[in-house]
């Protein structure tokens, strides 16, 4: 059974780096898309890096050029990284896999997802 422990986040100042994992225990996740999504109050949930098995990558406009997604096969991990923060970066974040080659930022191509984790950009 796969499932998705998320670590990172939680409170980051203005300007810093977001930091978040995606781990999935004991299973191994070549041949999976992993993505990353987040959530606003009142918004949709919003895909902003993807990455298969293959290490191709793709991101969402209103965070490319400043993120970072990279995976550790071995550790069945994932990583992102978002640098430059602003307070529109504050969500619930999720990451999510799929089996599929495809990298695909839609949510609804995701069937495992993650316990989502609060980011707050503030000072």
């Known amino acids: 059974q796969l499932q998705l422990v998320q670590s990172g986040g939680g409170w980051v100042q203005p300007g810093g780096s977001l930091n978040l994992s995606c781990a999935a225990p004991?299973?191994?996740?070549?041949?999976?898309?992993i993505g990353w999504f987040r959530q606003a109050p009142g918004k949709e949930r919003d895909g902003i890096a993807c990455?298969?098995?293959?290490?191709?990558?793709s991101f969402g406009g209103s965070v490319r050029g400043r993120t970072t997604i990279s995976r550790d096969n071995a550790k069945s991990t994932v990583h992102l990284r978002i640098n430059s923060v602003n307070s529109e970066d504050t969500a619930v974040y999720y990451c999510?896999?799929?089996?599929?080659?495809?990298?695909?930022?839609?949510?609804?191509?995701?069937?495992?997802w993650g316990q989502g984790t609060q980011v707050t950009v503030s000072l």
């Open positions: 004991g299973f191994n996740l070549d041949g999976y898309g």
């Open positions: 999510a896999a799929a089996w599929t080659t495809a990298t695909t930022l839609m949510p609804r191509r995701y069937d495992h």
């Open positions: 990455i298969n098995s293959s290490n191709r990558t």
